[in-house]
């Protein structure tokens, strides 16, 4: 399955780069983006909250969760349309990959940052529910892979690495060598400028992924 991760311009310096950084956040932070932001973005306020009634009292089932999120693909580029599932990355990338690559990429790239006895990855199609009541095929130990219905459009297809207990890790940051064993696809935003792509574009040869661009000839000879 073809999937595609939209970045925005600041953040995708960082990946375009002969030093190229992966990002795993961890589920609170979706929580408090949508507190911060509204629920038009990425985040979602019941993201991996169980709640459930006994004896008229309500509980809360929290694990700690590092989580990279994508949108699935119909074919190995996305649509115009597309661009329009996050209102911030029209000026940004698109980064095309596989869950294959992707999930490879993560067991190898973490296996000496994340303790396997600690933290086990998981990675699924996003559910999604009305947010009220959950539904009958809701599990709590999948709950990583549930987001209300107004977030759909995002097509999102998740990779978690989970824990069993709460773990003060808010953001992992970490530098690859080899961003082409996940990175397929690189396409430029329609409302990205032409300086912006001609940085990113020499950034791109530096870090040996100019191959990786989409149209890079076509862009390249621009003024």
């Avoid at 115009?80 to 029209?90: E, K, L, P, T, Y």
């Avoid at 999604?128 to 297809?157: C, I, L, S, V």
């Amino acid at each position: 399955m073809y999937i595609v991760q939209f970045i925005p311009l600041d953040i995708a310096f960082s990946i375009i780069n002969e030093y190229s950084t992966f990002c795993l956040r961890n589920i609170t932070y979706f929580r408090n983006l949508e507190e911060q932001c509204g629920n038009k973005v990425a985040g979602d306020k019941k993201e991996s909250i169980v709640e459930f009634q006994e004896n008229r009292r309500f509980y809360e089932l929290l694990a700690a969760t590092l989580i990279t999120c994508w949108t699935k693909l119909v074919s190995d580029s996305p649509y115009a349309s597309d661009w329009g599932i996050f209102d911030d990355r029209a000026n940004g990338i698109a980064i095309v990959s596989t869950v294959e690559c992707v999930r490879e990429f993560l067991l190898r790239e973490t296996e000496h940052i994340l303790d396997k006895n600690v933290w086990e990855l998981k990675d699924g199609e996003v559910q999604y529910y009305d947010g009220f009541f959950h539904p009958p095929t809701f599990d709590t130990m999948t709950a990583p892979f549930w987001k209300r219905k107004q977030y759909e459009n995002q097509r999102e297809y998740r990779f978690a690495f989970l824990s069993s207990s709460i773990r003060n890790i808010d953001t992992l940051i970490f530098s690859t060598r080899d961003p082409k064993a996940y990175i397929k696809k690189v396409c430029f935003g329609p409302g990205m400028n032409e300086s912006s792509k001609h940085k990113l574009l020499v950034h791109a040869i530096g870090a040996g992924l100019a191959g990786l661009i989409e149209h890079f000839d076509d862009v390249f000879k621009k003024p």
